[in-house]
Antibody, heavy 119, light 105 residues
Framework: QVQLVESGGGLVKPGGSLTLSCAAS??????????MNWIRQAPGKGLEWISY??????YYSDSVKGRFTMSRDNTKNSLYLQMNSLRADDTAVYYC????????????WGQGTLVTVSS | SYDLAQPFSVSVALGQTARITCGGN??????VHWYQQKPGQAPVLVIY???NRPSGIPARFSGSNSGNRATLIISRAQAGDEADYYC????????FGGGTKLTVL
């Protein structure tokens, strides 16, 4: 059974940093068939894609480019999101999500981890 | 950038058919995916590539896509279908609609 479990969320001050993790099971992150994504949802708001990693490239939305870094450790079958220079509008639930490639639907989703940026 | 427009809310009587629209410029030329999100839960893919259902999704869920509008169709609506629904496409990046709250009366 494919499962994604995020961790690492919490309360952080503006300008601070935080690293999120996503542990994958039931499939291998090194499988080139899959792209892994981070998608976030601010409280009471809609969904916002922020980054994805393929077997040979990483892409970011303009809203996080230069501040967030996505990476993976195939030996641990885990995905990471290093978040720097955090702002209040980064407050959101962050989901780790798999997609079979560009153009396809996102499935499955992790349960999400809440990041709150506040002084 | 590419925009997707969804109605803020849709209401449907129990047992009737709900239609949730997603408008975009020439969206019919793109693959549209739909997600259901219940309160406090992660989104779930309910329709992919316009009109395909993942395993485990009831056949009551279907979709269409043509011209400037895609539609999620939920037949014989049940109380358990109450949720937020999001459409999504890939353009120069990933684009989500703003979401539609479905109320089953």
């Amino acid at each position: 059974q494919v499962q994604l479990v995020e961790s690492g969320g919490g309360l952080v001050k503006p300008g601070g940093s935080l690293t999120l993790s996503c542990a994958a099971s039931g499939f291998s992150l090194s499988d080139t068939d899959y792209y892994m994504n981070w998608i976030r949802q601010a409280p009471g708001k809609g969904l916002e894609w922020i980054s994805y990693i393929s077997y040979n490239a990483i892409y970011y939305s303009d809203s996080v480019k230069g501040r967030f870094t996505m990476s993976r450790d195939n030996t641990k079958n885990s995905l990471y999101l290093q978040m720097n220079s955090l702002r209040a509008d980064d407050t959101a639930v962050y989901y780790c999500v798999r997609v079979d490639g560009p153009g396809e639907g996102f499935d499955p989703w992790g349960q999400g981890t809440l990041v709150t940026v506040s002084s | 950038s590419y925009d997707l427009a969804q109605p803020f809310s849709v209401s449907v009587a129990l047992g009737q058919t709900a239609r949730i629209t997603c408008g975009g410029n020439n969206i019919g030329s793109k693959n549209v995916h739909w997600y259901q999100q219940k309160p406090g839960q992660a989104p779930v893919l309910v329709i992919y590539r316009d009109n395909n259902r993942p395993s485990g999704i009831p056949a009551r869920f279907s979709g269409s896509n043509s011209g400037n509008r895609a539609t999620l169709i939920i037949s014989r609506a049940q109380a358990g279908d109450e949720a937020d629904y999001y459409c999504q496409v890939w353009d120069s990046s990933v684009v989500f609609g703003g979401g539609t709250k479905l109320t089953v009366l």
